[in-house]
């Protein structure tokens, strides 16, 4: 607290926690974009938040992307964590393999001593093969097992690089550009305001879903990433914000 009283970052949190309703505000000092040890920070400092809120026999749901591998890799053996399932909160996203939820559910499971669950689906569904694999009962299965999560981790991240990353078709991404999408997060993107533009034709957690979790947990800091936090946070469902201070600037400069 001390340390953070010195960057002002404790008014900081306090600031974004209250304006947007939020239980906790976690801020690390530093700049993602720019510092390896800032995002290691930022990791380390969800993985703390993570092992404070979870109780015995959980259900966790974690989204993939390379902060939430940081979290992962943060997280230690701890005794309550020991009977907790990892599950990805949404499968198949377009993420290369190291930046997949389901590798980042069986890492904390590893790390934190407890079990997980993986969803295999392809990536880029059409219509038709969605509907097929929402009727097969083991994938109908682990589904409801997702859905019975009480709390979700989540990375945030801005729309045009995800939509780059995850390789979307021209069109859709010509059309979230045109839409003026922001943010992206659990597979759907928002506009500034924090409206749903578009969502990733996948399965796993629906946005209300997440809207009626008890711990939505969203974990993403750098410059670059301020506004589609912002955008996150207007949408108005996350419990808990992890950041940095970069971000956090970039966010409370828009209020
Ligand atoms: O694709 C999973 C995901 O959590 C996205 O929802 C989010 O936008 C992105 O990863 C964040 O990735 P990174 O932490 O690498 O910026």
Known sequence: PLVKDLFGLAELEERIRSHFGLKQVIIVPGDSDVSPHTKKELGRAGASVLRKLVGEDETIAVTGGSTMAEVAYHLTPATPMKGCWFVPARGGLGESVELQANTIAST????????????????????????????????AEII?????????????????????????????????????????????????????????????????DIHS???????????????????????????????DEAAAWEVVNRL
């Open 213 to 243: 979790m008890d711990h939505v947990i969203g974990i993403a800091g750098g410059k670059s990433k301020g506004e589609s936090i912002a955008s996150v946070l207007k949408h108005g469902h996350e419990d808990v914000l992890v950041t």
């Open 144 to 208: 409801a097992f997702i859905r019975g999560a009480r709390i979700v981790v989540h990375g945030i991240g801005e729309a045009m690089v995800m939509a780059r990353r995850r390789k979307v078709d021209p069109e859709t991404t010509e059309s979230l550009r045109r839409d003026g999408a922001l943010a992206e997060a659990f597979g759907y993107y928002f506009d500034r305001d924090g409206n749903i533009l578009h969502k990733m034709p996948t399965i796993g957690l629906r946005i209300e």
């Open 108 to 139: 904390m499971a590893k790390k934190a001593g407890g079990r997980y669950r993986l969803l295999h689906v392809p990536d880029h569904l059409g219509e038709e093969a969605y509907q097929s694999l929402m009727q097969d009962s083991h994938i």
